[in-house]
């Protein structure tokens, strides 16, 4: 076993991302960057030791989109788990949530902390040892992602993984896990507008980067989608070949399944995982499942066994009877949508029976925050009017307005002290910002003018996660059921998790 530690690994690990400064150079090249994107993760390939046919031997299956790609290879993975329980089965998504060795899965589980360092630092001393390169646009180590990419292939290959669901990481066409010459299927989830300055302004244009997992003689499928983004999948899967194109369809019998993650969006991202898993065991181990027949037991077990922590959760305090957090790392208008939506339900923020009386009324914090260049304003936006519709739908006398008791916005840094734990250590948001509290001081603003009558004293800025989980444990709320709803950010999810000691409970 390796003498090098987790924690060590986690250090060089941090080294790799790019700061704020670099991913504004990034967007401000309008995506132009993108073009030596793939030359360059091929070079670091090989200088680890690998071709790219010898990828072909894990087996994968390749999916991207913009709402729920990770929760489809969520599906996916439990699905093959649980219909070959003899194989091994590599997971590969992200981000993380607490540990960064979630990325990297072997049958559900993440690999252990003396696994991640002996094959981190196997990766990386390949890298400094073998600095020849061809491109003069590489530098001697790749950034945070190409890294965990090429680790990924590195632990999946050394384990002898019988497949290995691989989720892209933004995009597509040009993302580092797009070096795979021949996955065994490809899926593209719901697609929307998120990443615009590296993906494009308009859904078009993110489809034409999504598409580009499509792969000559590799069936390709994906979800419905807005006429015109379906358009040019269709073209991106005649132009790079691919062997069909199904437009996939809910099965009669998924309404029968109940699926092991909440929302009625993830009957869409299900469907998707459905048809994946089915012709992906028809080709690899000639196990026949079509579309048009029951879904077999072993099928719908898996779906109903999968766990994604994060994604429109429900976690019981386990220090307080009273509180309950739901979780939900929503980053896109239209994530946002199902995620309210979600909340805004019997059974989550509502009770099971809507004539509960009013004194059964929970009080309800909502704990957001967004990253640079998303726009918390047409977040909020969406937040609102999801819970208005949702409300008027159902018949409830209460306001979208008046939902929240209570909102929070706070930064994605860790700890009071202004410290992060390693594996949630982010440098991407600049420290003048965080200083300030920017982004939070201008939710903060676009809160007030969606609801001018909210009490000012009820909006809530604060510099770290710790600080909001401090400010929901001193509330003087004893008897009343307390709903905390964290969304808006993946690291804030993870970052809460840690500070509120879910872990146990949530992961």
């Known amino acids: 076993m390796s003498s090098y530690t987790y924690s060590e690994a986690v250090e060089k690990l941090n080294s790799l991302q790019s700061n704020a400064a670099t991913l504004e150079a990034v967007r401000a090249s309008g995506g132009r960057l993108s073009q030596f994107a793939i030359p360059e993760m091929l070079e670091y390939l090989g200088r680890i030791g690998y071709t790219p046919e010898k990828l072909n031997d894990l087996n994968v299956i390749h999916i991207t989109g913009t709402k729920g790609k990770g929760s489809t290879s969520a599906f996916t993975d439990s699905i093959i788990r649980h219909a070959k329980p003899d194989w091994k089965v590599g997971l590969y998504t992200s981000p993380h949530l607490v540990a960064v060795r979630e990325r990297i899965r072997i049958n559900g589980e993440p690999i252990s902390e003396e696994?991640?360092?002996?094959?981190?630092?196997?990766?990386?001393?390949?890298?400094?040892?073998?600095?020849?390169?061809?491109?003069?646009?590489?530098?001697?180590?790749?950034?945070?992602?190409?890294?965990?990419?090429?680790?990924?292939?590195?632990?999946?290959?050394?384990?002898?993984?019988?497949?290995?669901?691989?989720?892209?990481?933004?995009?597509?066409?040009?993302?580092?896990?797009?070096?795979?010459?021949?996955?065994?299927?490809?899926?593209?989830?719901?697609?929307?507008?998120?990443?615009?300055?590296?993906?494009?302004?308009?859904?078009?244009?993110?489809?034409?980067?999504?598409?580009?997992?499509?792969?000559?003689?590799?069936?390709?499928?994906?979800?419905?989608?807005?006429?015109?983004?379906?358009?040019?999948?269709?073209?991106?899967?005649?132009?790079?070949?691919?062997?069909?194109?199904?437009?996939?369809?809910?099965?009669?019998?998924?309404?029968?399944?109940?699926?092991?993650?909440?929302?009625?969006h993830q009957v869409e991202n299900a469907t998707l995982a459905l048809h994946l898993a089915r012709h992906f065991l028809e080709l690899k181990d000639s196990q026949s499942f079509p579309d048009s027949e029951q879904i077999p037991d072993v099928l719908a077990r898996g779906l109903a066994l999968t766990k994604w922590p994060g994604r429109c959760q429900q976690v019981q305090d386990p220090k307080r009877q009273n509180a309950r957090w739901f979780l939900d790392g929503a980053h896109t208008v239209e994530s946002l949508q199902c995620c309210f939506g979600w909340f805004a339900s019997p059974g989550a923020a509502l009770p099971e029976s809507l004539s509960a009386s009013e004194s059964e009324k929970p009080f309800r914090v909502l704990i957001f925050n967004c990253t640079s260049g998303r726009s918390g304003d047409t977040f909020l936006g969406t937040a609102l009017e999801t819970i208005k519709s949702r409300l008027a739908a159902l018949r409830v006398e209460e306001t979208a307005e008046g939902f929240f008791d209570r909102v929070i916005f706070c930064t994605n840094i860790t700890y009071a002290d202004g410290h992060s734990k390693g594996d949630l250590n982010n440098k991407t948001v600049a420290a003048d910002d965080l200083a300030a509290l920017k982004t939070q001081q201008e939710l903060a603003s676009a809160w007030a003018s969606h609801v001018p009558s909210y009490p000012k004293s009820d909006i809530l800025v604060l510099p770290s996660i710790e600080h909001a989980v401090r400010s929901i444990d001193g509330f003087s709320v004893e008897k009343q059921l307390i709903q905390i709803l964290v969304s808006g950010s993946l690291h804030l999810v993870g970052g809460v998790i840690e500070v509120a000691g879910l872990s146990k409970v949530a992961l």
Not at 149 to 173: K, M, Q, R, Y
Not at 179 to 200: E, R, S, Y
């Open 115 to 264: 696994l991640f360092a002996k094959y981190f630092f196997e990766v990386w001393n390949r890298l400094q040892s073998n600095t020849e390169r061809a491109l003069e646009s590489t530098s001697i180590m790749p950034g945070y992602f190409r890294f965990m990419t090429l680790l990924a292939f590195h632990t999946f290959l050394e384990s002898n993984v019988d497949a290995t669901i691989l989720e892209v990481g933004v995009g597509g066409t040009y993302d580092s896990t797009n070096v795979v010459p021949k996955p065994v299927v490809t899926g593209i989830t719901a697609l929307g507008i998120d990443h615009v300055a590296v993906l494009g302004k308009t859904i078009e244009e993110i489809a034409w980067q999504k598409g580009g997992i499509y792969k000559e003689g590799v069936p390709a499928s994906t979800v419905n989608q807005p006429e015109t983004a379906m358009k040019v999948l269709k073209e991106r899967a005649e132009e790079l070949k691919a062997s069909s194109f199904t437009v996939v369809n809910q099965p009669a019998q998924l309404s029968k399944v109940k699926l092991g993650l909440a929302g009625k």
